[in-house]
């Protein structure tokens, strides 16, 4: 990873020069372009000064000289025939000088400009030949001095090099292009680095909620996330194999205490007094109960539930239909229409049947009621008993918590009939809360919120 990042970050840095260096050299081209327009309007004003200032006798020599310079003035010329259109390389220069300061410009064969002035051959014995000369291009400017005498100035233009341009600013585009490129190199080399510990957080999202999920690829990836993948999987492993260790502890110890526990109610039997031995198999019968339900919230602890389609429906009917059968009257509200979601059938009838056993040990008119919201279901099971003090309407959820005020131990439990039905509710992806009944009514509500599939 190390090396990837490396690359990314210096290719996007090159890249970025490249491109500012190429809009630097558009500019430069630009500038240079724009200087050797300046050069030559100030080449032609200066020439056309110095016809003026000149007698006409005289002009000849002037002619002569400006022929030296690689110049040709042709006084009294013909005005040249007119162009078509004036060319794009043409146009900066053209405003410069039509019609201040001259009356028209136009490109002419090379041959028309007079010929350059030779530089001194090297001494010989140097080891180096002259550089060739470039071709350019010659410039016909037609313009009329003071006295109205035509001119005409055909000179090269082109093939000069402008005087050197003085410092200039910095183009605003090219730095918001430099910025821009920094920014995309950062992101992309932040996206490259979290994306390994992106894969590992979605990965431990799905081990919390199935610990048999399928272990990461080992052999994708640079080197350091092929460790962190080989490490995550050891870890996955290890729990795992905790997880069965505990199971089979918990699966021996229920086994070693069913055998005990059985030979001790046959010998209750055998107990003559029968106030003692009533007691004495009422305690049995409750470190029974204790026992099985402590093992049962162990295991789905770490139990990773199979989920089919369920109706709920018809799932909460059966529920409320055995407890009539029990002799106890379920108040029920359900809708018309199906319910269906994916769950264990198993463990939601343990989840319901929990809450209204809860509710009928403390009170007397337990309800039962569904109704769909959206994408989720609620399931509220309420009666009319004392309620749960508002401190502890949290911490009842807790495995082996009662309330020794308001719920009474005579009422029998182990207080894992909660912490049981909540973790089913968070196997299946929902909540359990609990809330009293507002003043002037008395009771508890709990609503079991569960996700449509």
Known sequence: ?????????????????????????????????????????????SMVRILEATVPEK??????????????????????????????????????????????????????????RMRMPPPP?????????????????????????????????GNHRPPALPPHERNPLAVLLAFLGLLMIVWTVAFVATKPLRKLADAALQLADNIEHPPL???????????????????QRSILKHIQERGFILGAIAHDLQTPLTRLRLRLEKVKDAELKQGLIKDLTATQEMVREGLDFARLCGENIHKNKVDLTALATAVCDDFEDAGHAIQTAFPAQVITLMGSAHLLTRCLTNLLNNSISYAKTPALSIQVIGTQVICTVSDDGPGIPESALTTVLEPFRRLEDSRSRQTGGTGLGLAIARMIAEKHGGKLTLKNKTAPETGLIVQITLPLD
Do not use: W
């Open 59 to 116: 002009r000849v020599e002037i002619q002569d000289v400006f022929k030296r310079m690689g110049s040709r003035v042709t006084i009294g010329a013909r005005p040249p025939s007119p162009t078509p259109a004036i060319p794009a390389e043409l146009a900066h220069l053209n405003n410069l000088l039509v019609p201040e300061v001259a009356d028209s410009i136009q490109l002419v064969p090379l041959n028309h400009c007079a010929p350059r």
């Open 217 to 235: 690829p080992e052999n994708r990836g640079s080197t350091e996330v092929r460790h962190a993948a080989k490490a995550f999987n050891e870890m």
């Open 1 to 45: 990873m190390s090396v990837r990042i490396f690359l990314i970050t210096v290719i996007g840095i090159l890249l970025t020069a490249t491109t500012v260096r190429l809009l630097g050299q558009r500019d430069f081209k630009e500038n240079e372009s724009h200087m050797r327009d300046q050069f030559t309007l100030d080449r032609v004003e």
């Open 125 to 157: 014995g140097m080891g180096f030949e002259p550089p060739p000369r470039p071709h350019g291009q010659c410039l016909a400017i037609y313009t009329h001095l003071q006295d109205r005498t035509p001119v005409l100035i055909e000179m090269h233009y």
